[in-house]
């Protein structure tokens, strides 16, 4: 692959962004900012942020899309400093960690500044009102690498702890902790479709599904350190930049590696973006080249060898650059190579060879089109002896050469034998079902006896002519569920063209249900989906289709009512409802007093934390978040004990309660190495304390001081 254009910087180039305004952020090591003209790469503006990152392995930059804030980490890693990019002001800083700011990040939609530290800690600071407006779930080790989702709903922390924490932004709760690394992990970035990668630091690379927390797959070929990582703007492609200077590429629907030398630079691979306006990857390196290359370079020849039917230069192109196997220019050529193999079987089954070689004569130089050509010739061979025993009536002999060459199913002649078999069955039915008519039925299906492939299918219709009696009865009177609880006993009734009636009523039902949810009419679209339960293919889907509509009457019925315990219930288990206007005011009346409440609880201020919170203590939905909170605040109350040199003992207490409080969580193992090296000579060892757990705490819990 070669660069379409390109430019140096010098210094390495730490950060590629695409702001709203369609101008290209480029930031260096140097913390020098520029902002260019992504068409003609030429600087339009900038400033010098006077800030050296000797290491840049983590994000230590970020700006707002808008480009009205950005967030650095100073030079000794310290603090987190969030400034007004206009004035060049510090709004803000972090400086709570434990230990070095490990990355920093300002999510999609310019509300907040992420800081992540050593400690295992990440703050949320609420760019408007300057103050922390929450805390994401702690880890127990160092933070490596901080995601959002394009639309900001959720983020994702990667730890040292080889955990990965997944936390819902709209909900400020967490989803799931990912536990399936080996190793600390690295790297953590959103792909579409519910999925999420991760990179530890061994190159194992995991896709999760992270809104059910189960792994997907695991991507095989890394070898080297993945340092950076983007997709295209569809999403097709995961692009992975290394240590060595590599961009390794994946296929994210089979998750195929496609190269893993897609390009090869001579500097680590120190920032990376898409640009979905041009369908260009943007590559930072350490040697502070910026170099843009399009992912489809290629198009145009294709289009140039297509007019000369130049198939073997097209392929070799496009083994230069597999992405192009994905363009619709490509997909003609392959149409192309479906239409000459169906041309050239035509020819096979008429008995003319020389045409079906006339017809491949344009691919026989490319060597994966050469062995498939090779094995049709082959398989055809035979084809005049299936025919002939088609046309003598031989259909044991027939059936058999098809069975031994599957490329006479897709034959005219073997359409036309089948079309006979379905015809053939079909009558018998009708005299299988008449006690009368089992010998006519018998006689009717004496040509396929003795086929594989029907033999069963023949024995079950004579033996249980009383089963298909029984299922056209139950679909007559419309019992559906006796009907699919017979199909499940005998397979053999999704032969019958009853069956096909049965799936395609069920068809109309739910297109017709959805059509009635779309207007509105959700009493009449359960009517519906009443009748649709009783179908074994939908009858899960139609249960929670069913539990939502009545979700969401019970959630307006609660917002009528002023029922907000009710209300805020229901909004938890239901993403529609979020979405909502009215779960939008609700979300939004949480998330301000959780901001409030966030700055109590780390300060360790219970009495204020109580005020703020005392609505909600009665919405279970919110007990594990409630509980979180309080978690925070005994846990400022424990750093604040250590911070003044509180006697051990006091402190131990403040643990042992913590624990039977909360449980083993990850932050009070994260406190408790603290603990100890500030007072080595404590012999408290967490595992023999007795534990509660965060999913057992309750209101009634709550005490004005952990250590009493």
């Given amino acids: 692959m070669q660069a379409i254009k390109e430019i140096n910087f010098k210094e390495a180039i730490i950060r590629i962004k695409i702001l709203d305004d369609g101008k290209l952020l480029v930031v260096d090591s140097k913390t020098v900012v520029r902002f260019l003209d992504i068409d003609t790469l030429s600087t339009i503006s900038g400033f010098k942020g006077g800030i050296s990152h000797i290491r840049f392995k983590n994000q230590v930059v970020d700006f707002s899309s808008d480009a009205s804030n950005f967030v650095v980490l100073n030079e000794s890693c310290s603090e987190a400093l969030l400034f007004d990019a206009k004035s060049k002001k510090i709004i803000t800083k972090v400086d709570r960690h434990h230990g070095e700011v490990t990355c920093v990040a300002i999510e999609p939609k310019n509300k907040y500044m992420l800081s992540c530290g050593d400690d295992g800690k990440s703050y949320g600071i609420d760019i408007k009102s300057k103050k922390i407006a929450f805390t994401l779930p702690v880890h127990i080790d160092a933070v490596n690498d901080i995601a959002f989702s394009e639309n900001g709903q959720w983020v994702a922390t990667a730890s040292y702890d080889k955990k990965i924490q997944i936390f819902n932004m709209t909900m400020m709760a967490r989803k799931h902790r990912l536990i399936g690394h080996a190793d600390p992990v690295m790297k953590v970035h959103f792909l579409s479709k519910d999925r999420l990668v991760s990179i530890d630091k061994k190159s194992s690379a995991i896709i999760w599904d992270y809104y059910t927390g189960k792994v997907i797959t695991r991507l095989e070929g890394i070898h080297d350190d993945v340092l950076h990582i983007t997709t295209d703007a569809d999403g097709k492609f995961l692009f992975l930049g290394t240590q060595l200077g590599y961009i390794i590429v994946y296929e994210l629907e089979s998750y195929k590696m496609l190269s893993k030398k897609y390009i090869k630079l001579s500097s680590a691979i120190t920032a990376l973006n898409f640009d979905k306006n041009s369908e260009q990857l943007i590559v930072g390196t350490q040697n502070g080249d910026l170099l843009f290359y399009s992912i489809y370079e290629g198009v145009d020849f294709i289009k140039e060898q297509l007019q000369v039917k130049g198939y073997e230069a097209i392929q070799k192109y496009v083994e230069k650059n597999p992405l192009l196997s994905y363009t619709k220019i490509y997909q003609l050529v392959l149409t192309l190579w479906e239409t000459t193999m169906k041309k050239a079987k035509l020819s096979l089954e008429e008995g003319d060879k020389q045409t079906a070689i006339n017809l491949f004569k344009h691919f026989k130089n490319i060597p994966s089109k050469n062995s498939m050509m090779q094995k049709v010739m082959l398989e055809y061979e035979e084809f005049d002896k299936f025919a002939q025993f088609v046309k003598q009536g031989k259909l044991a002999l027939a059936y058999s050469l098809a069975l031994k060459h599957p490329m006479y199913q897709d034959s005219k002649i073997y359409r036309s034998l089948e079309a006979g078999w379905k015809k053939t069955f079909a009558s018998a039915q009708k005299y299988a079902i008449d006690p009368k008519g089992a010998d006519i039925a018998r006689e009717m299906l004496a040509p396929y006896r003795g086929i594989t ?256």
């Avoid at 009696?469 to 017979?486: C, N, T, Y």
């Avoid at 009419?521 to 009748?531: G, V, Y």
């Avoid at 004990?641 to 083993?664: C, D, M, P, R, T």
Wanted: glycine content about 4%.
């Fill in 453 to 708: 492939q029907k033999t069963k299918l023949i024995q079950e219709l004579l033996a249980k002519s009383e089963v298909h009696k029984r299922f056209r009865i139950a679909i007559g009177q419309k019992d559906f569920k006796i009907a699919f609880e017979l199909i499940k006993q005998h397979p053999f009734l999704k032969e019958f063209t009853d069956y096909e009636t049965l799936m395609s009523y069920a068809d109309s039902l739910y297109i017709n249900s959805q059509k009635l949810l779309q207007v509105g009419d959700a009493h009449s679209a359960i009517k519906i989906l009443r009748i649709l339960v009783d179908f074994s293919d939908f009858t899960e889907d139609v249960k929670e289709l069913m539990r939502d509509i009545e979700n969401k009457q019970k959630f307006y019925n609660a917002i009528e009512e002023d029922d907000l315990i009710a209300a805020y219930n229901l909004l938890a288990t239901n993403d529609d409802l979020q979405e909502s206007e009215d779960g939008k005011i609700l979300q939004k009346e949480w998330n301000d007093d959780l901001v409030k409440a966030n700055e109590h609880a780390l300060d360790g201020n219970v009495k204020q934390l109580n005020e703020v919170l005392k609505k909600y203590m009665k919405i279970s939905s919110k007990n594990n978040d409630l509980a979180n909170i309080y978690g925070w605040c005994y846990m400022a109350q424990l750093e604040h004990a250590v911070e003044s040199k509180k006697e051990q003992a006091v402190i131990e207490n403040g643990i042992k309660n913590y624990i039977l409080y909360f449980g083993l969580q990850d932050q009070i193992e994260s406190f408790f190495h603290i603990f100890k090296q500030r007072y080595p000579r404590s012999k408290l060892t967490l595992e023999l304390q007795t534990k509660g757990s965060i999913n057992m705490w309750r209101a009634s819990m709550i005490v004005k001081s952990i250590l009493d």
